[in-house]
Structure formats: C-alpha cells, structure tokens
C-alpha cells in the first residue's frame, strides 16, 4: 500500500515535530498493515466515543502526540544508526501550576487533577499534553468547576412549559403543581429552586429531587405522574435539560456516561462531573484519548468541539465533494446521527457523493464496500479502509495535489449557552491561542 502522504511541514520547534509522526506511522503501517483485509485494528466505537485501539501503538503514539519530540529512527539495512533524542520532559505538580493564570486559587489541586487524568489514560504528563488540557479548561470555564450558566431558570422553564401544553389544557396546571412540591428535608419549592438556578449541578439535584418526592408522594395520581414520567423517566431526563455538557471542561455528558460504562451510576457519573478532578479526567480522555495523526493540536482541538475525527472526515468530505462536483458541508460526518449519537437509516449527502465517487472513479469497490467502510468513520481504522484509501489515490493522481491528512470542520455552533454565532473552526482557534501561550510559558520557565 502506499505510505500516507505527509503534511506540509511547520516552522522549528515543537509543531515540526508533527511531521515526522507521518514517518512513524508509515513505518508501522509497512508492517501491520500487511495484514489480511478487514483485520480489526482497532476496538468499535459509538459516533462521538474516541477509540482505544492497540495498548501498545497507543502508548507509543500517545506519547509522539503529546510529547511533541520523537526518536530518530534508521531505515532498515544499512545506514549508520541514527542518534536518539532524550525521552521528552514530564512535568511535576509544581512545574504544571506554574503554566496557569498566576492569580488562580489552588492552582496545585488543578495541576494533580490534571497530571492524574493523563495518567489514566496512559499519557506522558509533556508540556503539549498539559498545555493542552489547560488550553481546553481556560477556553471552556476559565477554571471554575461547575460554571453557572447565565439565563438556565429561563431556559429550563420554557423545556417544561413546551413539554405541558402537550397535556393540553390542563398542562400548565399540573406543572404549577408539580413545581409546588419540596424534597424532604427542604424548605424551599422546586419553583423557588428553578427560579434560583445557576449552574448545571444545580438543575440536575433539582430534577432528580423532583422525580424522587413525586413517585413516593404521588404514586397513583395520574396526570402527576403522567407529567413527572414523561419527564424524569430514566433515558428521558437529557431531552429536557438544556445544556449536554458539564464541569470545568464541558464534555459532553452522554460522551461521560458511556466512559464509565453501562455499570456506572447515571447519577453518580453527572455528580463527579461537577467536581474537579472528574471534569477534568472525562475532558482528558475526550480530548486525547484516541490516536490521531493531526499535523497539529488545532485540528484535536476542533474535534474536542465537533467529534472525533470530524477534522480527518472533513478533509475527506472536501476532496470527494472537488472529484464528484457533489456540493458537500465538510461537518464531519459521513453519516447521519440522531440524539443519541446513533446511526439513522437513511443516507447522507457524504454518502451518496461516496457512492458516486465509486462509481466514477473506483468501480472495483462494491457498494457494500463503500457503505461498511463509511460506518467506521468514528474510528482510527477508517484510514485503512479501501474506501478511505481509493479517495486519497484518486484525488492526488487527478488534481496533482497531495490531499491533506486534516483540515477545520465547518460547523455551526448552537447551544442556548450562546448569545451568537459561533463555529468550530472559532473554537478551535481559540483554544489553539490558549495553546501557544501556555507553551510560551513553558519555554520561559525552562530558560530560566
């Protein structure tokens, strides 16, 4: 097969170390890549699930990927051998505090939550990784554990008026008397409570206080219940809160959930979010806890925004949309996705451009082919599929230009936490300046 086509290479310094994880992986394709076709090389992940693939590739390029600085590699046979680099610095507690805000409060608790998250996921504690991590916190809550959200009573109230009117004329009645109650042990309603809202933790206490007084209170009142099940009801409590991200680092709360695995307690996975080292340990792992071969930390941080490889899926969007003159969105996804994060049925626009390009330009690929490659798109091994493969090839051999491993999704943002427009490509850029700076620090002490 041939060897992944390298991106442009970046001024001297840290970001020219990226170019040469292309050679590493080249390398490691020549020999693990041989294998038969269809040889799992990777675990299957849900659509915004980052992949653990190989223990042993993941640690190796794990620590490319964060550390920034690799080993000089000889080519077989002869050749003098290369000289190699010193393992790359790995920062302690205090080093890390000193890379945040200098007027930042307990600025040594935040530096063990992190260096902890990065130990779980098996990541040297580098100065990118860090500066990494630290870039997403400031960008996201400015280090606040659990970051109130301005208007959330307004917000809230309108989702449980919408979900009232559907009783009909009765709704807003029973929604005053649901919100007349209090949770034992409180002397405040739960209106007074919505009313006083400020953070996510707060809605979420609120609503499993709610679910709780209502099924022991009002067991057999129909309306109540009718009202509180539809409301409460477990798998249904996401539809009616408003915000779908949490902690310090704004994961997503459905990405959390299914970290911590069907065993975990829905409850006790969103309480931990609330704290700081629970922020900060699921944002670690969204952020860096799958292997991407990106030329630089802008495009992991587009995904932390847009999905996992949404920035590689959207470069791929782009040179299939230029071979088939199929007009295409690169968001990221090739496929459609309900609220879940799962799959629907019907066919994209990506893959409709897919199925055309195969027909145009690589007949020897079935459409079954096509369609059971498209479904890995969430994960590593999709570069390894001959779908992904055929793109690439025929895109060089017509248009002469080398395709680009990445490039920004082009995603609007909407949350009701924003007061305007907002994209990914912004997101991205602006935790990639919280980046550099973080890294300009680093550079500083170390002249020191």
Known sequence: MPEPIAPQSHPHGWRSAWRGLWVALARWRDSTLAAPRG??????????????????????????????????????????????????????????????????????????????????????????????VLAVIEQESGYKVDPAVPGLPKMVRARLEEHADKLGPLGRKVLASVLEGRAKGSRKTFDARLRALRTERDLDRLFRDMLAYYEVEYPNTFKVVDFTSGLFA?????????????????????????????????????????TRAGGVRYGTARLLGYEA?????LFRFADYNAGVYASRNAALQSQVSRLT????????????????????????KSLRAMLAFRRRFAPELSERTVRRDVRKEKEAVFESTDTFRAV??????????????????RVTLRSPKLKRELTTAWFARSVDRRFQKCMKRYQAQKAK
């Not at 007027?103 to 990784?129: F, I």
């Not at 071969?293 to 930390?297: D, G, L, S």
């Not at 295409?328 to 799959?343: N, S």
């Not at 090839?393 to 230009?401: I, K, L």
Request: with cysteine.
């Open 39 to 132: 040889a799992n090389l990777g675990a299957r992940t849900r659509a915004d699930a980052p992949l653990a693939a190989s223990r042993r590739l993941g640690l190796w390029l794990g620590a490319l990927l964060a550390s920034g600085v690799l080993t000089a590699c000889a080519s077989r046979g002869a050749g003098p051998a290369q000289p190699t680099i010193p393992p790359p610095p790995r920062l302690s507690v205090s080093e890390v505090a000193k890379l945040m805000p200098p007027k930042l409060q307990e600025r040594e608790g935040w530096a063990r939550d992190v260096l902890a998250a990065l130990e779980v996921e098996e990541l040297a504690p580098s100065p990118p990784a860090v500066c990494s």
């Open 234 to 274: 477990s798998g249904n409590l996401h539809e009616f809160n408003p915000v779908t991200t949490a902690g310090s680092m704004q994961v997503s709360v459905r990405y959390a959930l299914q970290k911590a695995g069907e065993d975990a307690d829905p409850a006790e996975v969103r309480e931990s979010m609330y």
């Open 293 to 297: 071969a990106y030329p630089e930390p």
């Open 325 to 348: 003159g199929h007009p295409l969105a690169p968001d990221g996804d090739l496929q459609l996705y309900d609220k879940q994060g799962e799959p629907r049925s019907e066919d994209s």
């Open 392 to 409: 690439k090839r025929v895109y060089q051999r017509e248009t002469g230009e080398a395709p680009s491993y990445a490039q920004l999704p």
